[in-house]
């Protein structure tokens, strides 16, 4: 650079070198300058620093993964594929019985009967014993204890259109409602034909959630009336009466209400009872005079009316 061009020059030429020294000499500003151009010059013709060492960041070292075992997946999947077809042999046993018992075939089947029905005869017996747990629990399932046999049971217990009809007279006359029609086709293998055979005396309610809900109908509860009545009942306006004004109407009309349903009723109002007044009376005439050593005649009692001069 400029400052080894400026050294080299100061080194070896002694006639320069004299000559700025005179000049320095002469003005200190020079020397100054000059002092300040050597510092200068020494400094960046001295070897450069070291650069620091950079320290460098440590990999992490990710562990392996470990494979899962092959055999306990294995295991897993036999054990879901098991609990499957556990249950789906419990719903194929539970269907036969119900398709029997809508064809009319109201005999109690042995669980091997049933197994070999379905076409379930290679089951081992721990897988039977399962099986036959679960049927006697189930609640679409009716367990003969005596035969250890098995036989559907819907939800209602009815055969045939007349156990249909006796059923639903005992809900409307136990005030139970209707029979859902979902109950009905799981007793009755055709449940429509059954309702139109019954006829009037059935009437079929859909509700909002789309399911059908089937009544007795009462013939006793179906009667005609007078259209003059009629008339009468669409006439009278009571929104917005209150109770009271009602009652009034129905007196002005020469109609009684019923006593003790309003705030005017008789049975509301506060009643004396019978003998209070007499009891107060009979209080006040039973004193008793204790100032006998007083003159006779200077005692009087207040509560008799008094008597009047004039004669």
Known sequence: ?????????????????????????????????????????????????KPKPVKEKKKKVSKPKV????SF?????????????????IKLCVDYLKMRYLGKCYNHLSLDEILSS?????????MTGKL???????????????????????SLQIRNKSDLIKLLKLYEREGLGGVKMEDIAEA???????????????????????????????????????????????????EGMVE???????????????????EGSVSSRKRKVPGQQNRAKRRSKATKILNIHLEEGLLKDFDQPPTSSKQ
Do not use: C
């Not at 494979?67 to 092959?70: E, K």
């Not at 379905?118 to 721990?126: E, M, T, V």
């Open 132 to 154: 036959r747990e679960a049927l006697i629990n189930n609640q679409k399932v009716e367990y003969d204890v005596a035969s250890d046999k098995f036989l559907f049971k819907p």
């Open 1 to 49: 650079g400029v400052s080894q061009i400026v050294s080299v020059l100061l080194k070896n030429n002694s006639r320069i070198k004299g000559h700025i020294g005179n000049l320095l000499e002469m003005d200190p500003k020079l020397l100054k300058g000059r002092q300040d151009f050597l510092r200068q010059a020494t400094k960046s013709t001295s070897a450069p620093a």
């Open 73 to 89: 997946l294995k295991q897993s999947a036999a054990a879901a594929v098991h609990h499957k077809q556990f249950f789906r042999m």
């Open 244 to 262: 009271s004004e009602i009652a009034k109407y129905l007196q002005n009309a020469g109609i009684s209400t019923l006593e003790g349903s309003g």
């Open 118 to 126: 379905i076409d379930l005869k290679d089951i081992d017996i721990d």
């Open 67 to 70: 494979a899962p075992d092959a």
């Open 188 to 238: 009755l293998a055709k449940p429509e034909r059954a309702l139109k055979k019954l006829g009037d005396s059935v009437m079929v309610i859909t509700r909002p959630d789309k399911e059908k809900v089937v009544f007795y109908r009462n013939p006793n509860l179906h009667f005609k009336v007078d259209e003059d009545i009629k008339g009468l009942w669409n006439r009278q306006d009571v």
